[in-house]
């Protein structure tokens, strides 16, 4: 049973890996990974690249 200490937790770090999540609150990641979906509680991710990373793409894939 999902207490609402452990959903809040979700809530509050959506962008924690799911084996992390899993350690902290002392559960499987299929039980972490099934509660998020269920939850509709998904990764926030910028829609746009960092300047790191773009350096690490054209470093690698070059300017086309």
Known sequence: MWSEKDIQFLY???NMSLIDLAKCLKRT???VRGKRS????STVRNKYWTR???HIL???YGKE
């Open 12 to 14: 509050d770090n959506p």
């Open 52 to 54: 790191d990373e773009r």
């Open 29 to 31: 990641v299929s039980s």
């Open 38 to 41: 269920k939850l509709q509680i």
């Open 58 to 60: 054209q470093l690698n």
